[in-house]
């Protein structure tokens, strides 16, 4: 997508399309609005004073002018009631307007900043969601269709168009760490949209060695034989069913300062997740080729990472496999050895998340790390417990936790804590070894939690849930049915505020 910026006024532009915005129940007109509406005769007043337009959140109307501007039609959106503006409703706005123009078939639309000075938002962070929700919203996953691809149809620019003085910077630099963002998680839906006989282990792994020779990182891609050496059986025990061969793969940024600790993340990288020998039921079992949510988001982490050139040191590590039913996989009964030396009974070969991840996390903790999160989509009980709006934290530190969840609110990904008291300790207790891989109907997203808590040692460390969040069903604002690329903002949201020393 080319994002240009632009002087001028709006009224002025001649575009296919302009984006124009209004608050519910307001009476008054932003400046950017209120000049266009005098050119149109008052026109947009009208359409609000019949009720015809009110501004309710994400509520869209496509004017076909006359030559009144030198623009071709006027979209009108809505940004919600005044009290409740945030950053986030501007991006809804801008990804609830790029459909419809894309839809006319429109290559390109112009807007002005929208939301600015209101609640604080800042001339930069308004540009951010304007291109960060407009291209988000534009995203379409089309790799796939042979018939009819000339009827695809694409937006191919976005201008955003101020008429403030010495305010052009703020926008470039609020722009650019829009398109970065959104270009990255888009990256990443696309790695959780392909099949998964196209993302393998080793295509992971090709992944993080394209970012890495591109943006300057160091790349480690721990092999098979490797992993047999450093003894980790939970994570080649689920690989025992597969016929592709496991990666565990290490991504190294270094932004901060030689002394300091990185923070180390983790994400789960089932490329299919079968249930293996405790197979799961067929119906939708075809979206287990996103059981690698986590550990795409962590690839495009790094990638938006180095791309911002954030001050800060951070591990990404994703233990990559399928876990398929054959006659060399793992059974229910079966004990293994995990990196740490604890032992594990395995009751459900589908709770195989949590046993690779605790070779991850073990692993994680060799870098002294300053915090270590990790993603996963995890558990079935995390979607009953929150649905598809939160994603679930668990962790044994407050203040990552807390940290965690404002960056959340900051950016759209919004995060709901779990308990993880001790007495959830119980419900993994086995009988035969150090414990088993799953505690039962209950509480089954905390219990998987406490089953990782077992392998950070003293560390802070951070548990997302992400089973309900990485993938819609439906269509949203911003977020296309299908894979949703969730994490990468919330990690970048996290990690810059971090960088400022505010997190």
């Not at 080729?289 to 591990?315: E, F, Y």
Request: some cysteine; charged content about 25%.
């Amino acid at each position: 997508m080319d994002v240009k910026i632009k002087k001028g006024k709006i009224e002025d532009e001649a575009a296919e399309a302009i984006v124009l915005s209004h608050y519910e129940g307001e009476k008054s007109l932003s400046e950017e609005t209120a000049a266009v509406d005098r050119a149109l005769g008052g026109r947009i007043r009208e359409l609000i004073a019949g009720g015809e337009f009110t501004g309710k959140r994400n509520q869209s109307l496509m004017l076909y002018l006359k030559g009144e501007i030198p623009a071709k039609r006027v979209l009108l959106v809505g940004l919600g009631k005044k009290k409740e503006f945030s950053a986030e409703k501007i991006r809804q706005a801008m990804g609830t307007a790029g459909r419809p123009i894309r839809e006319a078939g429109l290559k390109a639309f112009s807007t002005p900043l929208h939301g600015r000075g209101q609640n604080k938002i800042t001339t930069a962070e308004s540009a951010q969601a304007i291109v960060e929700g407009s291209l988000l919203g534009l995203y379409q996953f089309t790799a796939y269709r042979t018939e009819k691809r000339d009827e695809i149809k694409e937006v191919q620019q976005i201008t955003l168009v101020d008429r403030s003085d010495g305010k052009i910077a703020e926008v470039a630099a609020g722009s650019r760490s829009g398109q970065i963002l959104a270009e990255v998680v888009n990256y990443v839906r696309d790695l959780c949209n392909h099949p998964s006989n196209v993302v393998t282990p080793s295509r992971l792994a090709e992944e993080a060695r394209t970012i890495a020779k591109e943006f300057g990182l160091t790349c480690r891609v721990i092999e098979k034989a490797e992993a047999e050496s450093l003894g980790m059986g939970a994570f080649l025990g689920v690989a025992r069913g597969s016929m592709e061969p496991p990666k565990f793969i290490i991504l190294e940024y270094t932004g901060g300062k030689k002394k300091d600790a990185p923070v180390v993340i983790v994400g789960k990288s089932i490329t299919f997740d079968s249930g293996g020998i405790s197979i799961k039921p067929a119906e939708k079992m075809e979206q287990m080729k996103t059981d690698m949510s986590g550990g795409a988001a962590v690839l495009g982490t790094m990638k938006a990472l180095a791309q911002m050139k954030l001050p800060v040191s951070v591990v990404g590590i994703l233990p990559a496999t399928e876990n398929m039913p054959s006659g060399t996989a793992v059974k229910p009964g079966d004990v293994v050895t995990a990196m740490s030396g604890k032992t594990i009974e395995v009751i459900n070969t589908d709770a195989e998340g949590r046993m690779i991840l605790a070779d991850a996390l073990a692993f994680a903790t060799r870098y002294k790390p300053s915090a270590i999160v990790d993603l996963a989509t995890l558990t079935g009980a995390c979607v009953v417990a929150l649905g598809n709006h939160a994603t679930g934290v668990m962790g044994t530190n407050p203040k990552l936790i807390e940290r965690l969840k404002r960056a959340g609110e900051d950016c759209g990904e919004r995060v709901w804590e779990l308990p993880l008291w001790d007495e959830y300790h119980e419900q993994i207790k086995s009988d035969v070894a150090d414990m088993k891989n799953i505690g039962g109907r209950g509480a089954g997203a905390i219990t998987a939690a406490v089953f990782l808590r077992k392998f950070v040692g003293d560390y802070p460390w951070a548990h997302l849930d992400i089973a309900g969040t990485a993938w819609n069903d439906e269509a949203r604002p911003y977020a296309p049915k299908g894979a949703t690329g969730v994490g990468v903002r919330l990690l970048i949201q996290w990690l810059t505020e971090m960088s400022r020393g505010r997190a």
